[in-house]
């Protein structure tokens, strides 16, 4: 198994612009989801879905961010417009809900906005 | 609600000697408990977890952890660390079935 696959592993851009960060789950699990780490805040959960359906997104800071799953395999973050404040490692996780919930992170996208 | 208490943020420690790193969690259901490292630049993963049964549990790289309902605490232990062990330790619980709830985590160093 490939494990969980995030694109890009880095992104640097410009404040103002639009980010779009991918995750794609390993095949059979049924839940997704995605964090961010920083030095400051430590990790945290930004949304999680099962099914393809939004569960919790009580830990997306501001509408700037928003998220999609459009079918099992496939998962968006995007953020416009990016600022500063949001340089940070972004991972992704799946795990098999109903199950041991053991979750299977990505190995992270770290995007700097300058 | 959970909430997973790491009482150390950060643990040095020389080549060789013996570790433990805290976890205690706090929730009104049973629940499953995990261990993940994360080594530099990298995701994280798992070292061990607890489902049921047996209160100690052996994961990868030598690390172990005991599972103590009446203190409600999921310790992690090794009785020899080396220097490849230096990394990030994160506590998790879940109330299944569902999310995880992670601790703020336990940067360990190994000194030489």
């Known amino acids: 198994d490939a494990g969980v696959i995030q694109s890009p592993r880095h992104e640097v851009t410009e404040m103002g612009q639009e980010v779009t960060l991918r995750c794609k789950p390993i095949s059979g699990h049924n839940s997704l989801f995605w964090y961010r780490q920083t030095m400051m805040r430590g990790l945290e959960l930004l949304i999680y879905f099962n099914n393809n359906v939004p569960i919790d997104d009580s830990g997306m800071p501001e509408d700037r961010f928003s998220a999609k799953m459009p079918n099992a395999s496939f998962s968006t973050l995007k953020i416009q417009p990016s600022e500063p404040r949001d340089s940070a490692v972004y991972f992704c996780?799946?795990?098999?809900?109903?199950?041991?919930?053991?979750?299977?992170f990505g190995p992270g996208t770290r995007l700097t906005v300058l | 609600a959970q909430s997973v208490t790491q009482l150390d943020s950060q643990v040095p420690v020389f080549e060789e000697a013996p570790v433990e790193l805290r976890c205690n969690y706090s929730?009104?259901?049973?629940?499953?408990l995990f261990w993940y490292v994360q080594y530099p630049n990298q995701g994280l993963q798992l070292l061990l977890k607890?489902?049921?049964?047996?209160?100690l549990v052996k994961g990868i790289n030598g690390f172990e952890a005991e599972f103590n309902k009446s203190q409600t605490s999921f310790h992690l232990r090794k009785p020899s660390v080396h220097i490849s062990d230096t990394a990030e330790y994160f506590c998790a619980v879940s109330p299944p079935p569902g999310n995880l709830f992670f601790g703020t985590g336990t940067r360990l160093t190994v000194i030489p």
């Open positions: 929730s009104s259901v049973s629940v499953y």
């Open positions: 996780a799946s795990s098999w809900t109903g199950g041991d919930d053991e979750q299977f």
């Open positions: 607890y489902l049921s049964g047996s209160t």
